[in-house]
């Protein structure tokens, strides 16, 4: 079994900075894709960011430039730097995880993060 462990959420002022992290472990071959989502209250959850094994990322239009995903694969750990937080950045902070157990990769989600940014 694969288990995920966030940190970092928190209140911050419009403007501020937070750094999530996400620390896999348990019984993996291997780690592929990580990434981000977020859900905010009466909406469908979002993807945030996304980052390969290879180091390569992608994300949401709304956080480009301000957000920054990164992985140590070492500790089998995803980050999300976010800066210049907006109000409408407030939401559950999801992490993922695709983890091979066995033959074949499976998507593993973190137990969520409540990140709210006050104007």
């Known amino acids: 079994q694969v288990q995920l462990v966030e940190s970092g959420g928190g209140l911050v002022q419009a403007g501020g900075s937070l750094r999530l992290s996400c620390a896999a472990s348990?019984?993996?071959?291997?780690?592929?894709?990580m990434g981000w989502y977020r859900q905010a209250p009466g909406k469908q959850r979002e993807l945030v960011a996304t980052?390969?094994?290879?180091?390569?990322?992608n994300y949401v239009d709304s956080v480009k430039g301000r957000f920054t995903v990164s992985r140590d694969n070492a500790k089998n750990t995803v980050y999300l730097q976010m800066n210049s937080l907006k109000p409408e950045d407030t939401a559950v902070y999801y992490c993922?995880?695709?983890?091979?157990?066995?033959?074949?990769?499976?998507?593993?989600w973190g137990q969520g993060t409540q990140v709210t940014v006050s104007s």
């Open positions: 993922t995880v695709d983890a091979r157990v066995g033959a074949s990769f499976r998507r593993y």
């Open positions: 348990g019984n993996m071959f291997s780690i592929g894709l």
């Open positions: 980052i390969t094994s290879g180091g390569s990322t």
